[in-house]
């Protein structure tokens, strides 16, 4: 049994074709569904985002399953598998548990160290889940996936600098003010850059946003969009004279904001500062801006020089990050080599023979009046007793162990005698049938399980889910 990925992605396909692969909720819960169906998989999870459309299964065969899944895409977007084919890729067993860890941990974004792909891996996972289409290993893999995401944003620094040119602009007036409460910014024209900016400035504490555009419905409509107020174009100079942060990008082929203008709306403001974002191509601002004083002129190549370095600085963290995924890999593999049948049994039954041998030391005294053949008759006893209680988990899971559903069986046994840990039957156990606080704690700390799903909680990772 295996674990596949097949799918595409920024880096393989154009936006054109990631367009026509993707999937909605409803398209998602179908793709998975329908490998179900058609027995290439006993679990699947669909993963569709503008930059990516991606199908997990969980099979005994791994090129049935990638064929299957590569027939489903293929239909979704009526096109035919030949064409696909170039833009596709498939990892299986290891290489596909690592690309789902480094995916979730933004390793495999466009932008390395964005956060949004946790809340959407997270969605696919419990669409999934509710849809019937997970079980014992996605369950847990997924979730083991969803803390890796969150102890690589936690233990590196990989999503703390912007790297986009909208961000660079907030961090770099950031750097100006301080803090933006009780600021007011100017939006001079209506593009998206100027609205994203916007978006951004308001996340960070801006509370004042008017929008001046030469097309006033225009600036109506992004002024909802941010939640600010749109403001006549014709007073432009008044309105620099209101604003703390003027960011303007607008399709005019002269300068939109002076040096003149500048001097004035100063004056107005008894020389506060201003801080100016021109986003434009040609730019908007007069270079000259940044002579004047208390004015802080920043245009797309200042920006950019910031997203570039750093974007480096993401890079070095990106490397930590790597070592964290191989480390968890480790470690879901470990859980993963224990869903076989053979290893389970051993281990069962040795547990059960460690309790064994533990009661009859702990009665020793009791039975000192026995001669040694009746305390051999008395281990015999015990050991038939064993035998007789573990000889049918033992039937049933020999008769199961050929099936796509075994690795069910085993984490039942497994979960049931808790052979997670090193198989010691824990002091006093026989006597003392009420769990034990620590264990109570843990399970408490835990995150709620998504509804319907059958997930079994990771052990020794300290976090929540992401």
């Known amino acids: 049994m295996l674990v596949v990925v097949t799918g595409i992605s920024h880096k393989t396909a154009p936006l054109e074709l990631r367009e026509r692969l993707a999937l909605d909720e409803d398209?998602?819960?179908?793709?998975?569904?329908?490998?179900?169906?058609?027995?290439?998989a006993c679990e699947a999870v669909a993963l569709s985002t503008?930059?990516?459309t991606e199908l997990y299964m969980y099979g005994r065969d791994?090129?049935?399953?990638r064929q299957a899944a590569v027939e489903r895409l293929a239909q979704h977007a009526g096109a035919a598998v030949g064409e696909l084919e170039p833009s596709?890729?498939?990892?299986?067993?290891?290489?596909?548990?690592?690309?789902l860890f480094r995916v979730t941990s933004s390793l495999d974004s466009m932008v390395v160290g964005e956060a949004q792909i946790v809340?959407?891996?997270?969605a696919a996972y419990q669409q999934a889940c509710e849809g019937g289409c997970t079980s014992v290993v996605f369950n847990r893999l997924f979730r083991h996936a969803l803390e890796v995401g969150k102890r690589v944003r936690t233990e590196t620094a990989i999503g703390e600098r912007p790297v986009s040119v909208s961000s660079a602009a907030v961090e770099l007036a950031l750097q100006v003010f301080g803090k933006f409460k009780d600021h007011t910014v100017l939006i001079v024209g209506a593009g998206e850059t100027s609205e994203l900016t916007a978006t951004h400035l308001k996340a960070h504490g801006i509370e004042k946003i008017l929008v001046t555009n030469r097309t006033f419905g225009a600036a109506e409509e992004l002024a909802r969009r941010v939640g600010g107020r749109a403001v006549p174009f014709e007073d432009l100079e008044g309105h620099l004279a209101a604003a703390d942060i003027v960011i303007s990008s607008t399709a005019a082929p002269h300068y939109v904001i002076t040096r003149e203008r500048v001097e004035r709306s100063l004056r107005h403001r008894r020389h506060r500062p201003i801080f100016f974002i021109d986003i434009a191509v040609p730019r908007d601002l007069d270079p000259e801006i940044n002579r004047v004083r208390n004015a802080y002129l920043y245009d797309i190549d200042d920006l950019q020089h910031v997203v570039e370095q750093n974007r480096g600085e993401r890079e070095k963290e990106a490397h930590h990050a790597e070592r964290i995924v191989e480390e968890e890999l480790r470690s879901v593999n470990d859980w993963l080599r224990s869903l076989e049948v053979v290893p389970t049994i051993a281990t069962l039954r040795d547990t059960v023979e460690q309790i064994r041998r533990a009661e009859l030391e702990r009665l020793?005294?009791?039975?000192?009046?026995?001669?040694?053949?009746q305390r051999a008759q008395v281990d015999m006893l015990t050991a038939s007793i064993v035998n007789k209680i573990l000889h049918m988990p033992t039937v049933k899971m020999k008769e199961v162990a050929g099936s796509e559903e075994c690795y069910v069986y085993v984490d039942a046994v497994r979960t049931l005698f808790d052979l997670s840990g090193n198989g010691a039957a824990p002091d006093g156990a026989a006597d003392d049938p009420?769990?034990?606080?620590?264990?109570?704690d843990h399970a408490a700390a835990d995150p709620p399980d998504p509804p319907g799903a059958t997930v079994h909680h990771l052990r020794g990772t300290g976090t929540d889910n992401a």
Request: charged share 20%; with cysteine.
């Open 434 to 440: 009420v769990p034990d606080a620590a264990a109570d």
């Open 62 to 65: 791994s090129l049935a399953a």
């Open 27 to 40: 398209g998602s819960l179908r793709v998975a569904q329908e490998l179900l169906d058609g027995g290439a």
């Open 364 to 373: 020793g005294g009791k039975l000192g009046d026995l001669t040694d053949e």
């Open 88 to 99: 596709l890729y498939s990892y299986s067993g290891d290489a596909a548990i690592a690309h």
């Open 119 to 122: 809340a959407q891996m997270k």
């Open 50 to 52: 503008c930059n990516r």
